[in-house]
Each structure stands twice: as structure tokens, then as C-alpha cells.
């Protein structure tokens, strides 16, 4: 056996392998709505593909109203500006910095809550404390797919009269107690971007059942348009196109399949990875509906090389293994430079982002690459001591 490519050797794979290539459903279906949106000169404004993707949305989801944005992140600017939020809003820092930017994008203070070790989600113990005369809302997070701590998000919500958006980028699919995300809340905000397990190249989508608050972000998401030459309200250009509902529309149809390979990707993981010391696998509720998105490992102190260490490894052998959300938004500009004692107040937050890797999964990796990368891994864990050594005296 050849040693690790850290070390010299040649990598496991000659190109690099990604966390979370994007699915690709049936071309030719793809191609063809494409090719009737440039028949009907139709390529964007509210068309007939936008339509029919959100019909199929609300359907799936079970929402009475899904309004397709251009992507999750102008989605969640225009849903925190429907719910009208302002002052401050309590959310995660262990999550993409776009929940983060979207807050402060719209000068809206993101007040960072610690999360829970176990769920990586927001801790609902820790939000009371930290609400204010300037609170107007909690922006909770379904991380990995896992859903936030929604019932005591809801009563604290509504006994301090604060509105509840989610950020559902990553639980689209997903259910709560047999209830779909995408129905929590006054609404729930997904993505639909390229890597997401439902893609339409970029998009994204506000969710909800409040009649008003949904005419609000349709009006907003075309600059505030309610008719041809009549303004009602201030807006922005958050319109979906026509080829990205297109590609939204034909991801939908291998919706299944796409989940069956993530679910069968992760089952070969954790088939593979077990029993390996220091070494979690974040499991899923497998009694409610999953979109098996993410395979997320914990390195913890008693495995043989640190997180970091384990992605320098692994990286050299071209697998590309993600340490999301590394480093927390509360140590990105300008949360960084805004609030500089965060960290202290975070301890949870600073344990995950230092102990988290994203495996590579989704319709491009297959068995032989799992069953490769599971072994670089378990081998570089039993090598620690002596890659770790070698690391060093190289570096
Ligand atoms: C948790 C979370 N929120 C928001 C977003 C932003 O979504 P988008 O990339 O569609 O703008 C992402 C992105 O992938 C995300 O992971």
C-alpha cells in the first residue's frame, strides 16, 4: 500500500472530489422547458414555469403559498422585510454567513445565540436571555436538514410577541412531527441552489400560510409592482427566471431519487465509519422525512488527529471535505470587527466549528468513492500519531 499523498504518495483520486456536486435530472426534459421558454419569448416576470415550480412547491411542501426568489438569500432579505423585522434579530452563528448577511444587509443587529452541541441547532435555553426592547424575531436555522427546536421556539416567540422566520436552505424535504418544513413559522425560506438536493441552478423560496405577509413578498420580489405602472411599495428584483424554474421543475421530478442516493451515500458511510474511535457520525431522524443532504462528522479530542489535520489529509487525496461552518459568522467581517467578545459567549458554537468536516455525497459519488474516502479515513485516524509527526517536521 502506498503511503498517504500528505506524505507523498499519489492522491486516492485524480480529481477532486466535492462535498456537494450538483444533481442533475433528465436532460432532455430540462432541455425542452428551456426550449418552450424561448418559443414563448417568455424568460422571466412571473412566468408560466415560475408558476407552475411553485405550484409544485406548495403542493409538495404543503404551504398554501411558495413565492420562487431569484436565490435563499434575497429570499431571506425580502421574508425579513415582509415580517417587517427591524432592531435586532436573534439567530445562529453556526450556519452559512448568508442568514448572517441577510440580517445585516437590511441594517437589521444579527444577535448570535449559542447552539446546542447535540443538535447543532439554535438553543432555545440561551434565546430568552438574550432578548431586548429591540428584538423583533428569532431567524432559526434547520442545520443539515435536522429541525430547529421549533415548538419552544414558537412559545417563546409568541409570548414576547416576536415574529419566528426559519432558514430551511438545507431541509427541503424534511418533516417535523409529520408536518413538512416549509409550514413553521410566520414562513420558512429555502434554497434551491446549485448544491442543494433540489437545485435550479441558483434559487430559493419563501413558504408560508399568512395571506397578507405572501402578498407582501410578491409585491416586493418584483419591485414592489402590484400593476404595470403602479408602485405600492418598496421593493427589489428577486424574480425567478424561467430557465431556473426550468431546472427547479425537473430537479422536483428526481426529487426521490436524488434523496435515495444521499440516503444510501450516508447508510455507506456509517456502515464504514463505524466503530472508529473519536469519530461521530451526526445521525438523522430516521422516523421522520429526511433529505439525508449532509454527512457531517464530529472529530472529537480523543480521535489520533484533529479536524483540521484530518482535512489536511484528506485534501492532499483530493477529497475536498468541508469544514462547515467554520469559523461561525461571529468570526467573519464584520460580525468580527462589530461584536469582539462573541466567542466567549459562544462556547458551543467555537467546540462545533472546530470539530465539524463535510463528507462528499450527492448523485456524483458513488460506492467505490465512499468506500475510499471512509478508508482514508480511518487509516489516516489509526496513522494519527505518525502523520501528525510528519505533517509537522514537513511544515
Ligand atoms: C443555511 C443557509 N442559508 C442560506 C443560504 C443561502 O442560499 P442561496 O445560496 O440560495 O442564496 C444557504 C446557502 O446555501 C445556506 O446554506
Known amino acids: 500500500m502506498t503511503d498517504f499523498a500528505a506524505l507523498g504518495g499519489p492522491p486516492a483520486f485524480a480529481e477532486p472530489v466535492h462535498v456537494g456536486r450538483p444533481n442533475i435530472g433528465d436532460r432532455d426534459r430540462l432541455m425542452e422547458r428551456i426550449g418552450g421558454a424561448i418559443d ?18 406548495a403542493a409538495f ?14 429570499a431571506l432579505e425580502i421574508a425579513l422585510r415582509a415580517a417587517g423585522l427591524s432592531g435586532e ?3 445562529s452563528p453556526f450556519t452559512f454567513v448568508a442568514t448572517a448577511h441577510a440580517l445585516q444587509w437590511q441594517e437589521i443587529t444579527p444577535v448570535f445565540c449559542d447552539v446546542d452541541r447535540r443538535t447543532h441547532n439554535i438553543d432555545p435555553a440561551r434565546v430568552e436571555e438574550l432578548i431586548t426592547p429591540r428584538t423583533t424575531g428569532i431567524l432559526a436555522v434547520h442545520l443539515w436538514g435536522r429541525p430547529a427546536p421549533i415548538a419552544p421556539l414558537t412559545e417563546i416567540a409568541d ?18 412531527r409529520g408536518r413538512m418544513i416549509g409550514t413553521f413559522g410566520r414562513a420558512e425560506v429555502l434554497s434551491f441552489h446549485a448544491t442543494k438536493v433540489v437545485n435550479a441552478f441558483e434559487g430559493g423560496a419563501i413558504a408560508t400560510a399568512d395571506d397578507a405577509f405572501a402578498a407582501r413578498a410578491r409585491l416586493m420580489r418584483n419591485h414592489g409592482f402590484a400593476d ?10 428577486g424574480k425567478m427566471s424561467e430557465v431556473a424554474a426550468a431546472m427547479g421543475l425537473t430537479s422536483m421530478e428526481s426529487r426521490d431519487d436524488f434523496i435515495g442516493v444521499n440516503r444510501s451515500n450516508y447508510e455507506a458511510y456509517r456502515a464504514a465509519l463505524a466503530g472508529v474511535e473519536g ?29 483540521d489535520e484530518l482535512q489536511t489529509v484528506l485534501w492532499a487525496e483530493n477529497v475536498l471535505a468541508r469544514r462547515y461552518f467554520f469559523p461561525g459568522c461571529h468570526r467573519m467581517e464584520p460580525y468580527r470587527s462589530l461584536f469582539p467578545d462573541a466567542a466567549a459567549r459562544l462556547p458551543e458554537t467555537e467546540r462545533l466549528a472546530a470539530r465539524v468536516l463535510a463528507l462528499p455525497t450527492g448523485t456524483s459519488v458513488g460506492a467505490d468513492e465512499i468506500a475510499t474516502v471512509a478508508d482514508l479515513i480511518r487509516r489516516a485516524l489509526m496513522d494519527g500519531p505518525r502523520l501528525r509527526r510528519e505533517l509537522r517536521a514537513a511544515s
Open 228 to 237: 404595470y405602472d403602479n408602485v405600492t411599495h418598496v421593493g427589489t428584483n
Open 279 to 307: 469519530l461521530e457520525l451526526l445521525p438523522f431522524d430516521e422516523t421522520e422525512r429526511c433529505n439525508w443532504q449532509y454527512v457531517v462528522i464530529e472529530v472529537d479530542e480523543s480521535a489520533r488527529l484533529t479536524r
Open 40 to 57: 414563448r419569448r417568455w424568460l422571466t416576470n412571473d412566468g408560466p414555469l415560475v408558476r407552475e415550480f411553485e405550484a409544485e412547491l
Open 61 to 74: 411542501v404543503g404551504a398554501p403559498h411558495c413565492i420562487a426568489i431569484c436565490n435563499g438569500t434575497v
Open 89 to 91: 434579530v436573534i439567530v
Open 159 to 176: 409570548r414576547h410577541g416576536l415574529a419566528l422566520l426559519f432558514d430551511a436552505a438545507h431541509a427541503f424535504g424534511c418533516s417535523h
